[in-house]
């Protein structure tokens, strides 16, 4: 069945570095990928949406790849600031033909002054 | 971009009974969607409100237990029927497309 994992551990940094994140998935092939940002008690806010035959993507100080081989998507925010802190989801269009994008659970990110 | 207000942001339920949740978006959206989420969870699809037709439901969720309603292209609800404490949950609409939703605060439901 297919699946995304995205790591359930927090991720700490110190702010000013580049934070990393990764999302993984099996028997998919999706056809695009996004990325969304939750705070603690809200819904989560749309950040960036990756084409299949998109490398990259950019947003000021983010930074997505999709590789399509490797089946695996990474978020990168770069001189990270604490107000980055939140979980960071990653959707991958559905299964099976179906538009409606499927949601990983989410890594949380805490960036320490 | 869209604003979606939820109504209410929290209930607390008597197993049983009903509660409906209202979603009301700032602007005409093409889709709308229900969530549920569960804390440290990922989003879990319930279904797709159609304007001024049956919701369409994914796999494991059914009409009778989570009717919803869409009149406009701007508002819908959705209603937990015969609540059990395994329907405390975070309930979530969302406008817009498959390519970009914008998501509303949520409602924190707790049965007892």
């Known amino acids: 069945s297919q699946k995304i994992e995205q790591n359930s551990e927090a991720l700490n940094i110190q702010e000013g570095k580049t934070a990393t994140l990764t999302c993984n998935y099996t028997?998919?092939?999706?056809?695009?990928l996004q990325w969304y940002r939750q705070d603690p008690g809200r819904g989560p806010v749309f950040l960036l949406l990756?084409?299949?035959?998109?490398k990259e993507k950019r947003k000021e100080r983010l930074k997505v790849t999709f590789d399509t081989t490797l089946k695996q998507s990474l978020f990168h925010i770069t001189a990270s600031q604490p107000a980055d802190s939140a979980t960071y989801l990653c959707?991958?269009?559905?299964?099976?033909?179906?538009?409606?994008?499927?949601f990983g659970r989410g890594t949380s990110l805490i960036v320490h002054p | 971009s869209a604003v979606i207000s939820q109504k209410p942001s929290r209930d607390i339920c008597q197993r049983g009974t009903s509660l409906t949740i209202q979603c009301q978006v700032d602007?005409?959206?093409?889709?709308m969607f229900w969530y549920r989420q569960q804390p440290g969870q990922s989003l879990t699809l319930i279904a797709t409100?159609?304007?001024?037709?049956?919701?369409?439901?994914e796999s494991g969720f059914v009409i009778d237990k989570f009717p919803i309603s869409r009149p406009n292209l701007t508002f819908s609800t959705l209603t937990v029927s015969n609540m059990s404490p395994e329907d405390s949950s975070i309930y979530l609409c969302?406008?817009?497309?498959?390519?970009?939703?914008?998501f509303g605060p949520g409602t924190r439901l707790t049965v007892t």
């Open positions: 959707a991958l269009d559905g299964s099976g033909g179906s538009y409606i994008p499927t």
């Open positions: 028997n998919y092939s999706p056809a695009y």
């Open positions: 990756i084409r299949e035959n998109e």
């Open positions: 602007s005409q959206v093409t889709m």
């Open positions: 409100a159609n304007q001024g037709s049956e919701a369409t439901y």
């Open positions: 969302s406008g817009g497309t498959a390519y970009e939703q914008y």
